[in-house]
């Protein structure tokens, strides 16, 4: 996996799973992966060291991977947005709807 497809897959993580962390590390993480500072500014920040921050946000994205090994909600959502695509391709106008609002869940 690249860079690229971890940086995508822990934002994708952050936002099924972001309820679940603390104040503080969505505040690193946001500041990391959103707000794109470097780990020496997000740790002027807060007042705390650059290796605290890095130790934080790898904890962080370990706890993310842990939530998705025993939930699988993003892969379970995933797998419902491929199964309503294939269905949208031959669907008339009020299945169409009906997969619409079933997006919006």
């Known amino acids: 996996m690249d860079n690229l497809e971890k940086l995508l897959r822990s934002t ?3 936002d099924v ?3 679940l962390l603390t104040e503080k590390q969505k505040m690193y993480f946001e500041d990391y992966y959103f707000a794109n500072l470097s780990l020496s500014e997000i740790a ?3 007042s705390v060291s650059r290796n605290a921050i890095y130790s934080q ?3 962080l994205n370990e706890e993310l991977e842990g939530f998705e090994s025993k939930l699988k909600l993003l892969e379970k959502g995933q797998t419902r947005q491929n ?3 294939k ?3 031959n669907a008339d106008e009020k299945t169409l709807e009906l997969l619409k ?3 919006e869940i």
Do not use: C, S
């Open 17 to 19: 799973y972001k309820n």
């Open 83 to 85: 199964i309503i695509d």
């Open 12 to 14: 994708l993580l952050y």
């Open 101 to 103: 609002k079933l997006e």
């Open 57 to 59: 946000l790898t904890l």
């Open 87 to 89: 269905l949208k391709k």
């Open 44 to 46: 002027n920040k807060y």
